[in-house]
Structures are given as structure tokens and as C-alpha cells.
């Protein structure tokens, strides 16, 4: 069974520019999650998807969206990016809505310059 | 008032310590509450669920009080593999998101 998978590992980019992450679920899971954590902190909800639709949403600004795709894939995007947007970015998937047990994959370091 | 509140610790203990974490959450309506770990530069990991009636597994033991809002974790003969941050969690309201506490540090020591 292949885990949660997420590219690119680390990132770095300067203020204003965009972000894409990706994710690929674990086999079998058609929810995505995503959550960001802050250095000492731990991890805050952003979003999550099922059937290609956000269901709902944490308190991020709409510079924050996403997609899922139908294989359960999914993308996060960061527009005009700001230092404090700096953070591990995890992605985690379940195996069906509300299942309230997530599985992350290893994140994606983001550093904003 | 954060959702969930942990001691950030650091906790230091020797090897074979006993050791106990404890996390309040806000929300009476929460209904799954787990402990997570989170090695360093890592992803977390799901530890145990915790239920009402409290669970074991091997060395560790979780208990619920939902009249006092307050979740535990105990950890016996701690091993140096053991360190490492652990992660209330809580569902939110509507029941898709997790809630994380920022952690607790351990540091088990020979």
C-alpha cells in the first residue's frame, strides 16, 4: 500500500510570488486534507476535498486554494506569498469523508524570502 | 481560548521513566480525540485513538474525561526512541478537521 506522497519536498521563493504543492493520496483514500504548520507550532487546517469539491475551510485567507483531481490527487496554491506563509505544509488523506483518522505525508518545507 | 492546550514541556526523563502528558480542549461537541507524534523535521504520526473507555498499547495509555475536557497520555519504561513531540488532537465542529494542540517535547535520556 503506497502512503501519502508529496512533492516538491522543499521549497524557496520571495514575497509576492506563487506556490503550487502537490499530493497524492494513499491508495484507497478519497479525502485530502491539508494543513500548514508554523515552526513550534502545530499543524493548522486549511482545507479539504472530496469528490473534487472543497468541503470546508479553516481560517486562511482566499489567496489560499486547492484542487482535487479524480484520481484523489491534489494541489495547494499560495498566491502573493508572504514571510509568515513560511511553514511545512502537510497533506493528509482518509479513506472516506469524515473519517476522522488522517495519514500525513512527509510535507512540503516552504521558505519565503 | 485555543481549541486545544498542551504543557510544551521539554519534558526530560531518564530511560525506564514513567512519564504523562495531559491536553484540555474547548469544544464539548468533540467527539475523536487522538495523540499523535511528531518526530523532528517530520510528518506526525498517528500514536493512538482515545476513547471514553480508555485504551492501552504496549507501553502507552490514553484516557478521556469528557466532563472536565481533558485527555491524557502516559508513557511507561520510556525508551530513548520515545523522544520525540506528541500532539493532542481533537475533531473540530463540523467534524472534517483536526484540531492540534502545539505539542509537547519529550527527551528521554540514558
Known amino acids: 500500500e503506497t502512503g501519502v506522497t508529496q512533492s516538491p519536498t522543499h521549497l524557496i521563493k520571495t514575497r509576492g510570488q506563487q506556490v503550487t504543492l502537490r499530493c497524492s493520496s494513499q491508495s484507497g483514500h478519497n479525502t485530502v486534507s491539508w494543513y500548514q504548520q508554523a515552526l513550534g507550532q502545530g499543524p493548522q487546517f486549511i482545507f479539504q476535498y472530496y469528490r473534487e469539491e472543497e468541503n470546508g475551510r479553516g481560517n486562511f485567507p482566499p489567496r489560499f486554494s486547492g484542487l482535487q483531481f479524480p484520481n484523489y490527487s491534489s494541489e495547494l496554491n499560495v498566491n502573493a506569498l508572504e514571510l509568515d506563509d513560511s511553514a511545512l505544509y502537510l497533506c493528509?488523506?482518509?479513506?472516506?469523508?469524515?473519517?476522522?483518522?488522517?495519514?500525513f505525508g512527509p510535507g512540503t518545507r516552504l521558505t519565503v524570502l | 481560548r485555543k481549541e486545544v492546550e498542551q504543557d510544551p514541556g521539554p519534558f526530560n526523563v531518564p530511560e525506564g521513566a514513567t512519564v504523562a502528558f495531559n491536553c484540555t480542549y474547548s469544544n464539548s461537541a468533540s467527539q475523536s480525540f487522538f495523540w499523535y507524534r511528531q518526530d523532528c523535521r517530520k510528518e506526525p504520526k498517528l500514536l493512538m485513538s482515545?476513547?471514553?473507555s480508555g485504551n492501552e498499547d504496549g507501553r502507552f495509555t490514553a484516557q478521556l474525561n469528557r466532563a472536565s475536557q481533558y485527555i491524557s497520555l502516559l508513557i511507561r519504561d520510556s525508551k530513548l526512541s520515545d523522544s520525540a513531540t506528541y500532539l493532542c488532537v481533537v475533531n473540530s465542529n463540523s467534524g472534517y478537521a483536526l484540531n492540534f494542540g502545539k505539542g509537547t517535547s519529550l527527551l528521554v535520556t540514558p
Open positions: 493528509a488523506s482518509s479513506p472516506r469523508l469524515a473519517q476522522n483518522e488522517q495519514f
Open positions: 482515545v476513547y471514553s
